[in-house]
């Protein structure tokens, strides 16, 4: 089954929303990411994805208090990404209670410490790739690789990592719906599990990537669409529950 992973992006610990990674796109949705955290508990999430988009940019830890208070105030396990640019850093989010660390510029720029990492700490590592036409972006998105995001998958595919958390960066945050070609062309590519993100705009989203399940879509994450109403999470989780997509009622909403 695809899991759906809600996400929580602090900024000046607070949660926004960026439009396709851009910081001068910034959308506010809560002062408080704890109470966030909690409700999309409540509400059925088995796993929260934040984004530490200050340390992203800077390569600073400048969310730690935030980061350490949603884990101290949820049972759900947590994963998270964002500046995480040495084995030291890595380490210390583990020893936080982090679930699992996303690793996306150091798996650019220093594929080994990713490998040591997956090797010492196994099943605690994601490989995070966000692309833009087809290439990966690094540092909070903002500078572009020459290096191919096909590429990169393959080079990570026969390692330790958990899984790839796979960002089309054109879509992300415009809820106009996933890229589901490039999703099926970085499946193809991957021996392990691939997490999709971005674009999801509402529940039609989420069911045109279930079929993806066969060829290594784990898990969706999904953003703006939950915090503007456009996805509601127990829907959106009961829906992936069936993989046949039929006889699913709810209220006068069918899927089939």
């Known amino acids: 089954m695809i899991e759906i992973i809600p996400a929580i992006d602090l900024l000046g610990g607070k949660c926004v929303r960026l439009l396709q990674g851009k910081y001068n796109k910034v959308t506010?949705?809560?002062?408080?990411?704890?109470?966030?955290?909690?409700?999309?508990?409540?509400?059925?999430?088995?796993?929260?994805?934040?984004?530490?988009?200050?340390?992203?940019?800077?390569?600073?830890?400048?969310?730690?208090?935030?980061?350490?208070?949603?884990?101290?105030?949820?049972?759900?396990?947590?994963?998270?990404?964002?500046?995480?640019?040495?084995?030291?850093?890595?380490?210390?989010?583990?020893?936080?209670g982090v679930d699992k660390v996303i690793l996306g510029t150091i798996a650019i720029e220093e594929p080994n410490i990713v490998e040591k990492l997956a090797n010492k700490h196994q099943g605690k590592i994601i490989v995070g790739i966000d692309s833009k036409n087809g290439q990966v972006a690094t540092r909070g998105w903002i500078n572009q690789s020459e290096t191919k995001a096909t590429e990169l998958v393959k080079r990570f595919s026969e390692t330790n990592i958990n899984s790839i958390?796979?960002?089309?960066?054109?879509?992300?945050?415009?809820?106009k719906g996933p890229n589901l070609d490039f999703l099926r062309e970085i499946s193809s590519e991957s021996n392990i599990p691939v997490i999709a993100?971005?674009?999801?705009?509402?529940?039609?989203?989420?069911?045109?990537?279930?079929?993806?399940?066969?060829?290594?879509?784990?898990?969706?994450?999904?953003?703006?669409?939950?915090?503007?109403?456009?996805?509601?999470?127990?829907?959106?989780?009961?829906?992936?529950?069936?993989?046949?997509?039929?006889?699913?009622?709810?209220g006068n909403k069918f899927y089939a």
């Open 28 to 96: 506010e949705f809560s002062i408080n990411p704890i109470k966030q955290a909690q409700a999309w508990e409540e509400l059925g999430a088995k796993r929260l994805h934040l984004v530490d988009l200050d340390g992203a940019k800077t390569g600073k830890p400048i969310n730690d208090s935030t980061i350490k208070a949603i884990k101290n105030q949820i049972s759900i396990p947590i994963q998270i990404g964002g500046g995480i640019r040495s084995i030291e850093r890595a380490e210390e989010l583990i020893l936080l």
């Open 165 to 175: 958390i796979c960002t089309d960066i054109s879509t992300d945050g415009t809820l």
């Open 197 to 250: 993100s971005g674009g999801i705009g509402n529940i039609s989203d989420i069911i045109s990537i279930l079929p993806l399940e066969e060829i290594g879509i784990c898990g969706v994450i999904v953003g703006r669409a939950l915090y503007e109403g456009t996805v509601d999470l127990p829907e959106a989780i009961l829906v992936t529950k069936n993989s046949s997509l039929k006889d699913i009622n709810l």
